[in-house]
């Protein structure tokens, strides 16, 4: 199982997008803990960045939200970045 760590940074950015989009909390939420489970698993659809954010990597909430993460598998640590739009986090 990975470890979640959220900064003071994300959660701010997190609670605009939320406030912005209650929607999409129930799917957020689920995201959020198959990436504890599973970071690999198929639907989350997670890809390494390239460029500027080649370190990051991306999962997919929906067709049009993406969850910027910082993924460290050797110390199964999962450190959440950016959470928006495709055209906000790239």
Known sequence: MYSLIFTESYVKREIRFLKK???????????????????LHPSLRLHK???????????SLSIQYRLVIILLINKKRIIPVDVGTHKEVY
């Open 21 to 39: 989009h209650p929607d999409i909390i129930e799917r957020y939420k689920k995201v959020l803990s198959l990436l504890e489970l599973n970071p």
């Open 49 to 59: 960045l390239k460029g500027k954010q080649k370190e990051l990597y991306s999962v």
